[in-house]
T-cell receptor
Framework: DTAVSQTPKYLVTQMGNDKSIKCEQNLGHDTMYWYKQDSKKFLKIMFS???????INETVPNRFSPKSPDKAHLNLHINSLELGDSAVYFC????????????FGNGTRLTVT | RKEVEQDPGPFNVPEGATVAFNCTYSNSASQSFFWYRQDCRKEPKLLMS???SGNEDGRFTAQLNRASQYISLLIRDSKLSDSATYLCVAKAAGNKLTFGGGTRVLVKP
C-alpha cells in the first residue's frame, strides 16, 4: 500500500481556474507538509500541519489555502491559477520527533496554460 | 545566502569509482540531517539519516561536521543505478525541513 498518496498525478488547467490537490498518509504520522518543486528543481516548503494545526506557513500567495480535516489528510486548494504556479507539488509526512525524516507522495505535476 | 547549499554538479563518475560531495547549512540550530535521492520526475526518497558520529549504509557514508556546519556523502564502488540527484536536508525546531538544491551525479560505464 502506498504510504503517502496524492491525487491527481497530473493536472492541466487554464489560468484563472481553481483546483485542488488531495493528500492522505497511512503511516500514523502527526505532521504533514506541502512542498513546491519548480523548474529549477528547488524544493520549497509551503505549509506544514501538526495534528491539524497550521505550524508553518511560508511566504505563499493567499490564493493557496491548505486544509487538514484530520491528521491523515492535508489538501491544497489553489484559487485563480497563474502561469507561475506551474510546478510539481509534493505532499509529505513525518513524525514530529527531531530525527524523523519526511516521506513523500509521488507528486502532482501542475501545468497552467 | 541560502539556508542549505549544495554544489549542483553534475559529478561525472566512472563506474566503480568513489565520489564525495558536501552540503553546507547556515542555521546552527539545525538538529538533524538527512540525505535524499531524487530520480528524474520522481519523488525524493530517503537515502540515509546523518548521525553526529558519522554512519555508513552499504556503499554510502555520511558525515556531519557541526563546527564547520556541513554534511557530506561518499559513495563507494559507484553503480550506474546511483545516477540521481542527491538532496541534503536540515531539520530545525518546529519541524521545518529545508532542502538544498541538490547535487547531480552521473555514473558512466
Amino acid at each position: 500500500d502506498t504510504a503517502v498518496s496524492q491525487t491527481p498525478k497530473y493536472l492541466v488547467t487554464q489560468m484563472g481556474n481553481d483546483k485542488s490537490i488531495k493528500c492522505e498518509q497511512n503511516l500514523g504520522h502527526d505532521t504533514m507538509y506541502w512542498y513546491k518543486q519548480d523548474s529549477k528543481k528547488f524544493l520549497k516548503i509551503m505549509f506544514s500541519y501538526n495534528n491539524k494545526e497550521l505550524i508553518i506557513n511560508e511566504t505563499v500567495p493567499n490564493r493557496f489555502s491548505p486544509k487538514s480535516p484530520d491528521k491523515a489528510h492535508l489538501n491544497l486548494h489553489i484559487n485563480s491559477l497563474e502561469l507561475g504556479d506551474s510546478a510539481v507539488y509534493f505532499c509529505a509526512s513525518s513524525q514530529s520527533s527531531y530525527n524523523s525524516p519526511l516521506h513523500f507522495g509521488n507528486g502532482t505535476r501542475l501545468t497552467v496554460t | 545566502r541560502k539556508e542549505v547549499e549544495q554544489d549542483p554538479g553534475p559529478f561525472n563518475v566512472p563506474e566503480g569509482a568513489t565520489v564525495a560531495f558536501n552540503c553546507t547549512y547556515s542555521n546552527s540550530a539545525s538538529q538533524s540531517f538527512f540525505w535524499y535521492r531524487q530520480d528524474c520526475r520522481k519523488e525524493p526518497k530517503l537515502l540515509m539519516s546523518v548521525y553526529s558520529s558519522g554512519n555508513e549504509d552499504g556503499r554510502f557514508t555520511a558525515q556531519l561536521n557541526r563546527a564547520s556546519q556541513y554534511i557530506s556523502l561518499l559513495i563507494r564502488d559507484s553503480k550506474l543505478s546511483d545516477s540521481a540527484t542527491y538532496l541534503c536536508v536540515a531539520k530545525a525546531a518546529g519541524n521545518k525541513l529545508t532542502f538544498g538544491g541538490g547535487t547531480r551525479v552521473l555514473v558512466k560505464p
